[in-house]
């Protein structure tokens, strides 16, 4: 049983408030460019990145370009695919060296295009294989990308809700969190990462490595200590524009 640390406050000044999109953001969708997002939430997160003093980052593994285009005109600190993309709070974005995918896209791109429901997503520097709408196929997709993920140094699998993603070793959400954290105006604060997904996982072991809080959206085993529970057809972390203590909803986690 997980040691409860009082309930996280995500505005209260002092913390460091790390988001995921999908699933925390914005509810899921059955094409990565169907999410639609509530119309309050660029205005709320306007709002309380102000509040925390810029102490407000994206952590997600969607390109960045993505996260700009529905968050406009918002470009917050991010850290996009993963984390290999990071934009810094001056807007400075640090990139790592790309490994070579050629493997894994001539196995993923044969794979999607032997079966019709499968959509290849080709990013800066991972390639995702969704299985959503082919969910019988998911093995024969693990398979194939652990083969091609074999053949290529580097490079790591990483599985996600109906996805399996190929990226450079190493990198993570939480690596790219505790990167942030080491850059004002994020330093000294106490951490907090909401997300949803096995992906977030890794985010949330280095903020309650760091003493931090890890909360989780949704069902599912999980590392963090907080649940969040979702509202009725929205995200889970959304609120109003006067309404900057997103905190709702929360209760400990207790495997």
Known sequence: MHKLSPPPDLARHGTALFLDFDGTLADLAPQPEAVQIAGDLVPMLRDLSSHLGGALAIVSGRPLRDLDQFLSPLQLPAAAEHGAQR???????????????????????????????????????????????????????????????????????????FVFEVKPAGVSKGTAIAAFMHEAPFAGRVAVFAGDDVTDEAGFSVVQSMGGFGVKVGEGATLAQWLGAACAGRGPMTGTSSDVAPNRLLHPHRP
């Open 87 to 161: 934009r810094q709070v001056d807007g400075r974005v640090l990139g790592i060296t790309p490994p070579d995918l050629e493997a894994t896209l001539r196995a993923a791109r044969a794979l999607a295009d032997r079966h019709p429901g499968l959509r290849l997503e080709i990013k800066t520097a991972t390639v995702a294989l969704h299985y959503r709408h082919a969910p019988k196929l998911e093995a024969l997709c693990l398979q194939v990308l652990s083969g091609a993920v074999g053949d290529t140094p580097g490079v790591e699998l990483l599985r996600g809700k």
